[in-house]
């Protein structure tokens, strides 16, 4: 936030310079404080488990699931339409999201270019996904006019879209009411990750999975090694310094 300021602030002197108000910029002898590394937290493979039995049945279920599976952001899983699903192809694409200010919800462009991406649908995902299809369909046949119709995936019985705020609120009331961390709901993306690479798959694919624009991005964020890993290290020392 500091850096952001800083650099607000420079830009605008800097203009200041170009149109002959000032002779220099005061921000360019400013040094803003260097950020600290972030770290991390994420649930392990048997937390995730017990998390979906805490949502299950829940309007927050759908989504959760979603985001355990593929690392989604909480603007892309809410900004998921049906348009954007082949249930035929078994692919799903993060094409749109649903983000969220003091005048509602509302549809906008992905974070960036590689975060618009498309992903094969997991067999979880498929059976997930087909069964909320099916239910949407059966509520809007019974509801009729009452029933709010969209293309949106996440919604609620009426069909009225999910807004992003209430899923955060209400994952956080689900956390603090259980034996589980006390995780934010972008942790689930920071889980996502981690199992994936303790599961060793390429840090490449990984990006491409996230939709990081770079695997630099993904190393970054998830260079961390858990114990499991620094035993397979240990163990590896332990056999090239055996040779004799």
């Known amino acids: 936030t500091i850096k952001h300021h800083h650099q ?3 830009k605008a ?3 200041a310079i170009h149109d002959k108000l000032l002779i220099y910029n005061p921000a360019s002898a400013a040094k803003s404080p260097s950020p600290a590394k972030f770290k991390a937290k994420f649930l392990t493979p048997k937390q995730l488990e017990q998390l979906m039995l805490l949502v299950k049945g829940s ?3 759908l989504p959760v699931q979603l985001c355990s599976i593929y690392g989604f952001r909480r603007s892309e899983v809410l900004g998921l339409k049906w348009k954007y699903i ?3 192809q078994r692919t799903l ?3 749109e999201t649903l983000q969220q200010n003091t005048g509602g919800s509302y549809a906008d462009v992905t974070k960036n270019e590689s975060s618009c991406r498309m992903l094969p649908l997991t067999q979880q995902a498929y059976d997930l996904l087909l069964a909320q299809k099916e239910q949407q369909e059966e509520r809007a046949r019974v ?5 709010n119709k969209s293309d949106y995936v996440c919604t609620w019985a009426d069909g009225k879209v999910i807004e992003p705020n209430y899923l955060t609120r209400t994952f956080h009331k689900i956390l ?3 034996d589980l961390p006390m ?3 972008h942790d689930l993306r920071h889980s996502t990750a981690s199992n994936l690479i303790e599961q060793n798959v390429s840090i490449v694919n990984v990006a491409n999975w996230l939709g990081h624009s770079s695997p630099t991005t993904t190393l970054n964020f998830y260079a961390h090694t858990n114990q499991e890993q620094k035993k397979r290290v240990a163990n590896v020392i332990d056999g090239i310094l055996s040779v004799r």
């Open 176 to 178: 603090q009411k259980s």
């Open 59 to 61: 309007v927050i279920e």
């Open 183 to 185: 995780v934010r709901l």
């Open 143 to 147: 509801m009729g006019s009452y029933y």
């Open 86 to 88: 082949d249930f035929d």
């Open 93 to 95: 694409t993060v094409a």
């Open 13 to 15: 002197l800097s203009d």
């Open 8 to 10: 607000n602030i420079s």
